[in-house]
Each structure stands twice: as C-alpha cells, then as structure tokens.
C-alpha cells in the first residue's frame, strides 16, 4: 500500500514536525542556489477539476526542481471529464507516473481515486479539506516564530476546507484554534469534536482574535459555492478581518490567507497588504512545503 496524504490526519504529529523541518532546509537550499535532485526520473501527475494558481505552479516547480517532471491534467483534457470512472483512470495513471496530486470537489472521490490507485496520492484540495496549504501556513508560523505549538490562533469566516485543516493541525500540533462564524457555517462538527479542548467555535470574530498570535481568514464562497455568493456576502456581514478587528489581537500577530483573496470582502485590503501580514511568504512557501512531503512519501 502506498502512503497517501488525503488529510494531515494521513501524519504523525512526529512525521508533520520532519515534513515542516525538512521543507525550511530545501527552501535554504534553494535560495543558496544549491541543486538538490532526490527525485531525479520522478513523474507527477496533476489531476485537476477546478482552477489553480499557486498549487499547480508549486507543484510542477517543486517536482522539477527535485529532478522530475509533471504532466497536468484538467478534465477538458483526459477522459475523466467524458464520464471514465475514476478507479480506471487511478489505476492507469498510476502504472504511468510515480505520484499524483487530485484537486477535485468531494473528498470521496479522492478517497475513491486513492484507493485505486498504486502510486502516493496527494489532496491538493477537495471541498472538505486543503492538507497542502496548511503545511505552509505552519511552516510560515514556525519560521516567524519558532514553534506552534501552544499559540493562539483565529479562524475568521467559513468553516470551510481551510478551517477543517487547520482544526487537524490544532490536533496535531497541539494549538488553540478559536473558529468564529456564522452560524450555519460552521466547520465539520466531528472534527470539532475529535480535536477537543484546543478548538473552540462561536460566532463573535472580536472574541475569536482576543489575544490571537495569527489570524487566518479565506473567501467567504469557495470554488463550486459560487451560485451562493450573494448570500454569504449577507451571512458574514461583520466577518471581515480589518484593521479594527485586528486591533483586538497581540500587536505582532500574524496575519494568513490561502489566496486568492477579496480584498474588501473577507479581509480589508490595509490588512492583507499591512506589515502583519506574510501572505507572500506563505504563498512561496507551498513549493517548498510540498517539495518536502513529496520527497516523504516517495522516500520515506
Ligand atoms: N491557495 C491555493 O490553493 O491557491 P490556488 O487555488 O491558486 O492553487
Ligand atoms: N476555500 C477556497 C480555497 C482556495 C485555495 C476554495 O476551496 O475555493
């Protein structure tokens, strides 16, 4: 059985603490120009049902940049996106290419694809989780300050995918996690449950960021949610991360956001471009982050 990473439940909290290690050393590496090929010959496919930006570039870099080499796939492309069933296309690509990243809409699916499939499987995200971008928040946090854990963080909006992957890395890591959000959208109730005392979730962002060292926020209507745009912008009137919302917050708390962003929307745009913010650094880090768990499930 290969070793797949659908969720960061998929990790030890010890194999998490090596990826994050190891992603800050190939990021050294990398900016000291040093070629570093361990997955030189290594093919990665991407099987993408919904648009990207960053996930698709860091992982063709990354892979490239270890030696290997990518092929990516949306469905106008493949015969997934004519009706072929997921489990003949899992057991094909997998004879072809040595690791493969499905971004798609439900997490069954993925499941489906990875169970099928005889090569790693990566979440490179799905409705219910985004394992992948998490990896580089915390890796972000940690070069900021050092360690994670015990660290107060606040989840502003949606308890969507990002917000059900930062409750397993409250679990993990062993973080508090404050969600606030309206009510109705909430973040998976069993992983609310399964992560206990660390995570808490109400419905007053000024309560949510009260001594927080990192807020995170993230579009208030995500990819397949965009008939239901107007009324989230109704339901989360009062969730916007500003700069009187992060008043309420340590003075030098950090400020994340997955991208792509609404500025004036989910996050005022004198936060997002402010000197809390390490949006950029978060974004890069995803290349290095994913180059270190590609080398983990692939070399162990
Ligand atoms: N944050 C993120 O996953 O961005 P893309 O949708 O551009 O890949
Ligand atoms: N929650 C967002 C994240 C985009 C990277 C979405 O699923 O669209």
Redesign the pocket.
């Known amino acids: 059985m290969p070793r797949h990473f659908l969720s960061l439940m998929d990790l030890s909290s010890e194999e998490l603490d090596r990826i994050l290690r190891r992603a800050i050393e190939l990021k050294t590496l990398r900016r000291q120009g040093q070629p570093y090929e361990s997955l030189k010959g290594k093919v990665l496919g991407l099987v993408f049902e919904?648009s990207?930006t960053?996930?698709r570039v860091s992982f063709e870099s990354g892979i490239f940049q270890l030696g290997g080499t990518a092929i990516f796939l949306s469905p106008r492309d493949t015969q997934l996106g004519r009706g072929e069933p997921i489990e003949d296309t899992a057991r094909v690509l997998s004879r072809m290419v040595d690791i493969i990243a499905v971004r798609t809409f439900g997490q069954e699916s993925l499941e489906t694809f990875a169970r099928h499939s005889t090569v790693p499987v990566i979440n490179a995200?799905t409705?219910q989780y985004?394992p992948c971008?998490v990896l580089a928040d915390v890796q972000t946090f940690v070069e900021q300050r050092g360690h994670i854990g015990g660290a107060n963080v606040a989840w502003i909006g949606?308890g969507?995918?990002?917000c059900n992957s930062f409750i397993n890395a409250a679990r993990l890591l062993d973080f508090n996690l404050r969600v606030a959000c309206p009510a109705g959208y909430g973040p998976d109730e069993e992983l609310v449950k399964l992560a206990g005392d660390r995570v808490r979730v109400i419905h007053d962002p000024k309560t949510a960021v009260d001594g927080a060292d990192l807020v995170v926020t993230?579009?208030w209507?995500?990819?397949?949610?965009e008939t239901e745009q107007r009324a989230r912008m109704d339901a989360f009137n009062g969730f916007q991360v500003d700069s009187m919302l992060m008043s309420g917050a340590k003075a030098n708390a950090l400020v994340m956001h997955?991208?792509?962003a609404h500025r004036g929307e989910e996050i005022a745009a004198e936060v997002i471009d402010g000197p809390n913010s390490v949006i950029w650094d978060e974004a890069e880090n995803r290349l290095h982050a994913q180059k270190a768990l590609m080398e983990f499930l692939l070399l162990g």
Do not use: F
């Open positions: 919904k990207s960053r996930t995200l409705d985004h971008q949606d969507n995918n990002m993230d579009v209507a995500s990819m397949g949610q997955c991208l792509p």
